[in-house]
């Protein structure tokens, strides 16, 4: 059962994405809710307010509890929420990823567009395209962070350990490349990994 974090923002458009993957899911509220999921979909929406309503829930350390076994998607402000350093003090990170964000970076020049954008997930490398809303740009990165896609020379798309974080909108084109991958792909090498150690 992988969870969509249903606070704010595009959520219900994830949950449609991981039913054409025929990945069971269910919209995350409350932290009691995560001992039922072993994945987490954290939406684009508006990170100002995520922040807000991730506080008031005390979301906080259960999430960070969490990324330490199981895998994470972040989209747009999900990326920016997963991020270590964002600096806008209305936005307090949850430290997932070793990014520094900066806010609607693309959102200053063009509001919204749509291209293609080539992935590389392990041994394979396809094309997808990519829908950036007020986007967030990652301006910085630690070395075990791997760049997935550049737009125009520009991480785009990175990973983590099993994280993997997006500065453009998947679920909006209905691509399901990276809902597949760390749900599916990763989370059964993961779990057969532990059935393995048990
Ligand atoms: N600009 C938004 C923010 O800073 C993100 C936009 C999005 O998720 N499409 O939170």
């Not at 991020?83 to 990170?93: L, M, Q, Y």
């Amino acid at each position: 059962m992988i969870g969509v974090l249903a606070l704010q923002g595009d959520y219900e458009k994830h949950i449609q994405i991981l039913d054409l993957l025929k990945i069971q899911s269910m919209e995350i509220r409350y932290p009691s809710e995560m001992d039922k999921i072993q994945g987490l979909v954290i939406p684009g929406g508006e990170s100002t307010t995520m922040t807000d309503l991730m506080g008031r829930n005390d979301f906080y350390q259960p999430i960070q509890k969490f990324a330490k076994d199981f895998p994470i998607l972040g989209t747009c402000a999900g990326l920016i929420m997963m991020a270590s350093s964002v600096p806008d003090s209305r936005v307090k990170p949850l430290g997932i990823l070793d990014i520094e964000v900066d806010r609607n970076a693309y959102g200053r020049q063009i509001h919204s567009f749509t291209d293609q954008l080539p992935i590389k997930l392990d041994d394979s490398e396809t094309h997808v395209p990519s829908t950036f809303i007020r986007a967030p740009k990652i301006t910085n990165m630690s070395s075990n962070v791997e760049v997935i896609s550049k737009y125009e020379g520009d991480p785009v798309a990175v990973r983590q350990g099993h994280h993997i974080g997006l500065s453009f909108h998947p679920e909006l084109d209905n691509v399901t490349v990276f809902h597949d991958y760390i749900f599916k792909k990763q989370l059964w090498k993961k779990t057969s990994l532990k059935h393995h150690a048990a």
